[in-house]
């Protein structure tokens, strides 16, 4: 192929996948924008106006279950009734309170099993693409196996780049990519709703590695937290 037409494709394809991104994560946001602004007016309505709202999680991702925090001078029942504003704006999926001193989580072997499985062979794509090559569905029945024990944890899909080509393309490719695991592995048994995908773009390097090296693509999972299959409406504890 004449370079400079491989150069445009390259580009396109490049453009296409940036916008394909874009338009995918836009409506997240925006929504979870409108739930925030609603559950802001229900918690003020409630008498709630120091209490805080988190709609991300501690790791970064937008969620529909929020996390009451502050509001240790209002009483017992007035802890109440802002929870139960707030849990009935439509869209909310449950809320909780949040608490102090809890015990750290319990070890979870899936993390170090996949790891293992994943030290000398990658899952591979197709060039400039986040189509799975098709030499990786063994490897991917593989990692499905060792993450099902952990069912009903947050589990992240993290794609990550070098940092050859263009940077937000990259990004593009790397969410692209993620997304195109995690929807693997739900094809082989994991529930969708502890799936977290994310791209990274080439941000996060192999480390001693140059960020251009290639070895740097690559997928990586992080199973990050013991989560509850059905989350609870209102959990309001005492304050503190």
Partial sequence: ?????????????????????????????????????????????AGGKGVKLAFRDRYGWLTRHPVLSGGK?????????????????????????????????????????????????????????????????RLLDEVARALRPCVGSIIAVIGHTDAGGNPKANLALSMARANAVRWALVGRGIPADGLRAAGVGAKQPVPGLDPRDPANRRIEFSVISPAPVKPTPIDTPGPG
């Fill in 73 to 137: 001078r209002l009483d017992a029942a007035t802890r109440t009734r802002v929870a139960a504003a707030v849990a009935q704006v439509p869209g909310i999926g449950g809320i909780s309170w949040a608490r102090e001193g809890l015990a750290a989580a319990p070890a979870l072997h899936c993390q170090d099993d996949v790891e293992r499985i994943l030290e000398t062979r990658t899952i591979r794509f197709s060039e400039a693409s986040a189509r799975i090559d098709p030499a990786s569905e």
């Fill in 1 to 45: 192929m004449n370079p400079r037409r491989a150069s445009i494709a390259a580009a396109g394809a490049a453009l296409s996948l940036a916008m394909a991104f874009a338009a995918t994560n836009l409506r997240g946001p925006v929504f979870i924008g409108g739930l925030e602004r609603q559950a802001m007016a229900a918690r003020d309505a």
